[in-house]
Structure formats: structure tokens, C-alpha cells
């Protein structure tokens, strides 16, 4: 595959930043994080920060559901950057890229682990518009010092399959919201409670 779009401006610095920032964002669950690194991407499907985490995350190693509504160049982009292996089926993916939430019939089309490797689970990068035009939500769990209130622009049915998702711990999959340049982590520990 071959793309005339421009990774991370500086590989090293750009994905160690985008690293800490992730690592951050996931010990802090519904805090935003500012991802700075300057990137190229395809920019008709793809967010910067968004993009930053494919780059950092993805390798020869793992591979990738993407979801099909993406246009080509993103698949071609990310071929040429990280070598990542792409899955035509969503439960035998490391990582799935989401842009369209509402496209998803539930999250337990993903790998959700097994009781002896939960880890093996998948980590669905998933872009937003906004992280405040959405329905508001309660978020409690480790990491968060008392509650912590978000509003990403998600399909309300997210939600509920973030509670079935909640009740299968230790077996559930992990989330990182994405908007133009913030990421949100959401790992499988969290608790949510809808603000009605």
C-alpha cells in the first residue's frame, strides 16, 4: 500500500508523548487529555489525536478491525505507517477503529477476553465529535476520585452496552474516545450511571 500523507512530524517524540497521554487517560478514566504531537492524516475520516493512537499503538504485531464506513486512504495510511494486520471479523482484532457508534449492533461483537486472559480482549479506538454535546453521564471506578461527569456525542444504546460490558469484568473491552485533538479512556472498570 503506498500514501503520500506524512506520519507523526517526529516519530520518536510524537509517539512517546501520544503514549503518555493514552497511559494517562486511562489511569484517569473521563478526564481529557491533550494529544500535541503533529501528525499528517487522512483528513476527510480521520482525527488527528485519533490517528496519533493508531501510529503509537499499531504494529506487525497486532491486528486492526476497521470499520468498513471508513474511506480507503485511512486504510492505506495505516498500512504504510504501522505494517498492522487488518481483520475482516471484529472479535479476532487487538484494536478496532470506530467512527460510526451507531452502526455497532453491541460492543460484545469484539473479542471480550476469556476468563484466563482477560487481556486478550479487544481496545476499540473510537472517534467522537464532542466531548460535551452528548448526554451527560456519571462515571465511578478506580481512577476516579468520587465521580466524574462526561458528555461525549455518543448513541444513547452506547451506554447500556457499556453497563453489559461493566458486568462482565474481568472480561470486557477497553475504550479510548477521540475528538479533534483530546482523548477520553474509558477502561472496562468504570461504572456509568445516565443523569436523566
Same mark, same amino acid.
Given at each position: 500500500? &503506498?500514501?503520500? +500523507?506524512?506520519?507523526?512530524? !517526529? ?12 497511559? /494517562? ?13 503533529? #501528525?499528517?492524516?487522512?483528513? !476527510?475520516?480521520? +482525527?488527528?489525536? =485519533?490517528?496519533?493512537? =493508531? *501510529?503509537?499503538? +499499531?504494529?506487525?504485531? @497486532? /491486528?486492526?478491525?476497521?470499520?468498513? !464506513? ?7 495510511? %495505516? %498500512?504504510?505507517?504501522?505494517? =498492522? ?15 460510526? *457508534?451507531?452502526? +455497532?449492533?453491541?460492543? !460484545? ?11 486478550? /480482549?479487544?481496545?476499540l479506538l473510537?472517534?467522537?465529535? /464532542? ?18 461527569? #462526561?458528555?461525549? *456525542? ?20 477497553? &475504550? ?5 485533538d483530546l @482523548?477520553?479512556? %474509558?477502561p472496562r472498570?468504570?461504572? @456509568?450511571?445516565? #443523569?436523566?
Amino acid at each position: 500500500m &503506498v500514501t503520500d +500523507l506524512p506520519g507523526f512530524a !517526529s516519530p520518536i517524540h510524537g509517539a512517546q508523548q501520544t503514549f503518555r497521554a493514552l497511559l /494517562s487517560a486511562n489511569a484517569r478514566p473521563g478526564k481529557p487529555e491533550k494529544i500535541t504531537a503533529v #501528525i499528517g492524516v487522512p483528513k !476527510s475520516t480521520m +482525527l488527528p489525536a =485519533c490517528g496519533a493512537a =493508531c *501510529l503509537t499503538l +499499531l504494529d506487525l504485531d @497486532v /491486528s486492526l478491525w476497521l470499520q468498513p !464506513s471508513f474511506a480507503s486512504p485511512v486504510k492505506h495510511w %495505516l %498500512l504504510f505507517h504501522t505494517g =498492522c494486520r487488518l481483520t475482516e471479523y471484529p472479535d479476532q482484532g487487538d484494536f478496532a477503529l470506530i467512527e460510526d *457508534l451507531a452502526g +455497532l449492533p453491541e460492543l !460484545s461483537i469484539f473479542n471480550m477476553g476469556t476468563g484466563e486472559q482477560p487481556e486478550a /480482549s479487544t481496545t476499540l479506538l473510537i472517534q467522537v465529535e /464532542s466531548f460535551d454535546m452528548g448526554q451527560p453521564v456519571i462515571l465511578t471506578g478506580p481512577g476516579i476520585l468520587g465521580e466524574q461527569v #462526561i458528555a461525549p *456525542l455518543v448513541p444513547q444504546h452506547f451506554w447500556h452496552f457499556w453497563r453489559e460490558n461493566h458486568r462482565a469484568y474481568p472480561q470486557g473491552v477497553d &475504550v479510548f474516545l477521540f475528538t479533534e485533538d483530546l @482523548v477520553i479512556g %474509558l477502561p472496562r472498570t468504570v461504572r @456509568v450511571e445516565i #443523569i436523566s
